[in-house]
C-alpha cells in the first residue's frame, strides 16, 4: 500500500510534469508552423507550405527548414520534445477549416507529442510503463468572422442586453460568447437587424421582440479577434487631470494621466496614439456623451450629429452604447465583455477591414 501511495505521488506526478512541458512543445509548434505557413502564402505545395497528415517530425531536425513543417519540429525540439528515443511527434496540416473545431480558417497544423515513460512505484501494482501525450491547433482565422459586435462574457446572463423600444442594425454580425441560456436578450418591443446572430449559450426574446435572422445557438466559441495585438508601452505624463471646460483646442499624442474631460469645447485630435493612464475619457456636450473607463463600465451615446469610426476595445468591461441614425451609420465594431443597448444604433460593415481591423487574418491557438 505504502509503495502504491508512494507511485501516485511521484509517477503521477513526473507524467504530470511531462505533459506539461509536452503541451508547451506543441503549442510552440503549432504557432511557429502557421506563422511560416502565413509569410509564404498559406497555398499548400507553395512557398514551402505543406498540407498532409500525421508526418513524424525526423530525429534531426532540418536546418535551415525548407517548410512550414520544419519550422514546427524544430520548435517543438527546441521546447523540449525532440522525435527521438521515447518521445515522438507528429504533424498534420491542411487547408480550410480544422477537423471537428466547427471555426472557419483558411490554413490550420496540428501537433500531437508523446512520450512513454517507464514507471518506478507503480511497478508494484503491475504498471511498468505509461503514455503521456498533449495535443495543439492553430489556425490562421479572419478576425471578424463575419461579426463586428463581440460580446466575449463566457458565461454571463444577458450578456447581450435590449431594452424594448431600440433599434439595432448592423450591416455585419453579432457573436455572444456566453453560456447562459439568456446570453442573447431582447426585451418589450426592441428590433435587431443583422447579417447573422450567433449565440453559445441562448436567446431570450420577449413576445414583441422582433429579431432577424433568428439567433443560431449552440455555436462554437470564438477567438477575441484582438487577443494577439500588444498592449501600447508608454512611461511619464505628457498631461495630467485634462480639464476643458469651453474654447477650442488641439491635443498632441501622448501620455494623459488622470484622464480627459470635455465640456462643451470643441477638441480636435492630431493623429497618433493617446494613452489614457487613469480617469478615462468623458465628454458631455449637446452632440456626444462619451464616459470611457478602463474598469467595468463605459458608455458610448449621442445624438444626429454624432460620428464615429473604428473599434470599442474592451474585453473585460461592461458598454452601455448608442450610436447613428438610419440617415448617419457609424462604421464601428464593438468587442466588449458586456453589452446593454440604451438607444436605437445603426452600424455600417466594414468589409475591407481598414476602419475596424477586423479583417485582418490572424494566427492563433485553436486547440
Not at 43 to 72: E, I, K, W
Not at 196 to 220: E, M, R
Not at 248 to 268: D, E, F, H, K
Not at 330 to 341: E, G, R, S
Request: hydrophobic share 40%; with cysteine; glycine share 14%.
Amino acid at each position: 500500500m505504502l509503495f502504491g501511495l508512494l507511485g501516485l505521488v511521484v509517477d503521477v506526478g513526473w507524467g504530470y510534469y511531462l505533459k506539461q512541458v509536452a503541451q508547451a512543445a506543441v503549442d510552440s509548434a503549432v504557432l511557429a508552423g502557421v506563422t511560416e505557413a502565413q509569410n509564404n502564402g498559406a497555398v499548400c505545395g507553395t512557398g514551402g507550405v505543406l498540407c498532409q497528415t500525421d508526418t513524424a517530425c525526423p530525429a534531426t531536425n532540418v536546418t535551415p527548414a525548407q517548410s512550414d513543417f520544419d519550422v514546427a519540429c524544430l520548435y517543438a525540439s527546441t521546447n523540449g520534445f525532440p522525435s527521438t528515443g521515447s518521445q515522438r511527434v507528429k504533424i498534420s496540416a491542411g487547408s480550410g477549416n480544422p477537423p471537428g473545431l466547427g471555426i472557419s480558417a483558411t490554413y490550420w497544423m496540428t501537433a500531437t507529442a508523446s512520450q512513454t515513460m517507464g514507471l518506478s512505484f507503480l511497478r508494484v501494482l503491475g504498471v511498468s510503463e505509461g503514455t503521456v501525450a498533449a495535443r495543439a491547433t492553430a489556425a490562421i482565422t479572419s478576425g471578424s468572422g463575419g461579426s463586428c459586435i463581440y460580446v466575449l462574457d463566457p458565461n454571463g446572463s444577458a450578456s447581450y442586453n435590449q431594452p424594448g423600444n431600440t433599434t439595432v442594425k448592423s450591416g455585419c454580425g453579432i457573436f455572444v460568447n456566453s453560456t447562459a441560456s439568456d446570453a442573447f436578450t431582447v426585451k418589450g418591443t426592441g428590433t435587431v437587424n443583422s447579417s447573422v446572430i450567433d449565440v453559445v449559450g441562448g436567446a431570450s426574446l420577449s413576445n414583441n421582440a422582433t429579431v432577424s435572422p433568428a439567433p443560431t445557438t449552440g455555436t462554437s466559441s470564438a477567438v477575441d479577434p484582438f487577443a494577439d495585438l500588444p498592449a501600447p508601452s508608454y512611461q511619464g505624463c505628457n498631461q495630467s487631470n485634462l480639464h476643458l471646460v469651453s474654447g477650442s483646442y488641439y491635443l498632441q499624442p501622448g501620455v494623459y494621466c488622470g484622464g480627459i474631460q470635455i465640456g462643451s469645447a470643441t477638441v480636435n485630435f492630431a493623429p497618433g496614439m493617446y494613452v489614457i493612464n487613469g480617469g478615462g475619457l468623458q465628454i458631455s456636450s449637446t452632440n456626444a456623451a462619451v464616459n470611457i473607463q478602463s474598469s467595468a463600465s463605459s458608455a458610448i451615446g449621442g445624438g444626429s450629429a454624432e460620428q464615429f469610426a473604428g473599434t470599442l476595445y474592451m474585453p473585460s468591461a461592461q458598454l452601455s452604447f448608442a450610436g447613428g441614425t438610419a440617415d448617419n451609420m457609424v462604421t464601428m465594431a464593438l468587442v466588449v465583455k458586456q453589452l446593454n443597448i440604451v438607444g436605437n444604433s445603426y452600424i455600417n460593415a466594414d468589409p475591407t477591414g481598414n476602419v475596424t481591423g477586423l479583417n485582418r487574418t490572424t494566427v492563433s491557438l485553436v486547440q
